[in-house]
């Protein structure tokens, strides 16, 4: 299937910095959704952005869908040690019913 | 309290044996998906199924089997033809075109 890209893979901040990850695709997405992943965890949904130019906001979180629905991005305001994890980025395959394409992931790691 | 089991959480093997992970929701969606996850590959779809007794090869299906028999149940056979069967292993489920719901994952280990 159509990979997404994700950048960068990891980012390490200090606590209370702002944190970005982009998700790219060469091709038009039918929509985005996000996870998060705890370490030794599973991954849990966050959010599903489906309208080219759609931004939403979950308190410090910031989701942005592309204007020509191929690129996405989490942005994380002033980061704290809960928001350590990583992120990921997912789109519907188009070819099979609602399986999903991930991106690798990036992985975020804040420090007090 | 609705959800997705996966057991065990760890599970460990001798190579050249075949190995059963077990899936289980209760949350009455159609479509169950197993994913492998590997250090900063992400998740990679190994099997899909939108209904009871039908299933689908995702991207690394080989070395792999499954079954849908029942609507709750997706269990995954790791077969010893897969060749780095070594992973975390992880079951989904969703009833539309929606948010999945991921169980806590077997972590898989082949010696």
């Known amino acids: 299937g159509q990979q997404v890209m994700q950048i960068p893979q990891y980012q390490h901040v200090q606590e209370g910095e702002d944190f970005t990850t982009y998700c790219n695709s060469s091709t038009t997405l039918s929509n985005i959704q996000w996870y998060k992943q705890r370490p030794g965890g599973h991954p849990v949904f966050l959010i599903q952005l489906v309208k080219s130019g759609e931004v939403k906001k979950q308190k410090r979180l910031t989701f942005q869908f592309g204007e020509a629905k191929k690129n996405s991005s989490l942005h994380i305001t002033a980061t704290q040690t809960t928001d350590v994890g990583t992120y990921f980025c997912?789109?519907?395959?188009?070819?099979?019913?609602?399986?999903?394409?991930f991106g690798k992931g990036t992985s975020l790691l804040v420090t007090p | 309290d609705g959800g997705i089991t996966q057991s065990p959480k760890y599970l460990f093997r001798k190579e050249g044996q075949n190995v059963t992970l077990s899936c289980e929701q209760n949350?009455?969606?159609?479509?169950m998906y197993w994913y492998r996850q590997d250090p900063g590959q992400g998740l990679r779809l190994i099997y899909y199924s939108q209904i009871v007794n039908d299933f689908q090869k995702g991207d690394i299906a080989e070395g792999y089997s499954v079954s849908r028999e029942k609507k709750e149940s997706f269990p995954l056979t790791v077969t010893s033809a897969q060749k780095n069967p070594t992973a975390f292993y992880l079951c989904?489920?969703?009833?539309?075109?929606?948010?999945?719901?991921f169980g806590p994952g077997t972590r898989l280990t082949v010696t």
């Open positions: 949350l009455n969606h159609d479509a």
């Open positions: 989904a489920s969703s009833s539309t075109s929606y948010e999945q719901y």
């Open positions: 997912a789109h519907e395959r188009g070819d099979s019913g609602y399986a999903l394409n």
